[in-house]
T-cell receptor, first 109, second 117 residues
Framework: KNEVEQSPQNLTAQEGEFITINCSYSVGISALHWLQQHPGGGIVSLFMLSSGKKKHGRLIATINIQEKHSSLHITASHPRDSAVYICAVVNFGNEKLTFGTGTRLTIIP | EAGVAQSPRYKIIEKRQSVAFWCNPISGHATLYWYQQILGQGPKLLIQFQNNGVVDDSQLPKDRFSAERLKGVDSTLKIQPAKLEDSAVYLC???????????????FGPGTRLTVT
């Protein structure tokens, strides 16, 4: 079993829909990243959070440390949101990143 | 602020050839990481540098992979000889790594997509 599990693996939705991507982890962490990766390969950091909730534009990230679970929400989704979204946890103690396998999101116009 | 720079962006080579990738981290960032991302998987750490010293290279296949960061700034990752299974995106990341800063946010470069035929 992977230390970081994401669901769903693939998600296709219509433009305008509310999107939720989930991440569960089994190790002790000091923080969690949500990353966005476009087909070219480069990764952009969307959020780094260690508690509660963060919001940036149409993106919202939440984390529940007790339940070892985080969610990434996208409101009013747009085709340009189509990408792979990766959850990565900062391992407590050595600060190394452990990555999930990603969720491929496709927004259809 | 300029981001992490990598080159080349794409490379196609035949198996048994050698290849080198270059990374220039964000100015002032002490820590530099090289990751390998195989299609459909999350990135895997190959090597981590703190300034010009190696912190972790436990997952680097040292029989064919090598990396250096001689002046504590930019870095090169080399594969010699390449195998088909080395086809992947190679990502470089850097973090500030200030003394006493516990949580270090990593900034990623655009990656180099390597295809070995």
């Amino acid at each position: 079993k992977n230390e970081v599990e994401q669901s769903p693996q693939n998600l296709t939705a219509q433009e305008g829909e509310f999107i939720t991507i989930n991440c569960s982890y089994s190790v002790g962490i000091s923080a969690l990243h949500w990353l966005q990766q476009h087909p070219g390969g480069g990764i952009v950091s969307l959020f780094m959070l260690s508690s509660g909730k963060k919001k940036h534009g149409r993106l919202i990230a939440t984390i529940n440390i007790q339940e070892k679970h985080s969610s990434l929400h996208i409101t009013a989704s747009h085709p340009r949101d189509s990408a792979v979204y990766i959850c990565a946890v900062v391992n407590f103690g050595n600060e190394k990143l452990t990555f999930g396998t990603g969720t491929r999101l496709t927004i259809i116009p | 602020e300029a981001g992490v720079a990598q080159s080349p962006r794409y490379k196609i080579i035949e198996k048994r050839q050698s290849v080198a990738f270059w990374c220039n981290p964000i100015s002032g960032h002490a820590t530099l990481y090289w990751y390998q991302q195989i299609l459909g998987q999350g990135p895997k750490l190959l090597i981590q540098f703190q300034n010009n010293g190696v912190v972790d290279d436990s997952q680097l296949p040292k029989d064919r992979f090598s990396a250096e960061r001689l002046k504590g700034v930019d870095s090169t990752l080399k594969i010699q000889p390449a195998k088909l299974e080395d086809s992947a995106v190679y990502l470089c990341a850097s973090s500030l790594g200030e003394v006493g800063q516990y949580i270090r946010e990593q900034y990623f470069g655009p990656g180099t997509r390597l295809t070995v035929t």
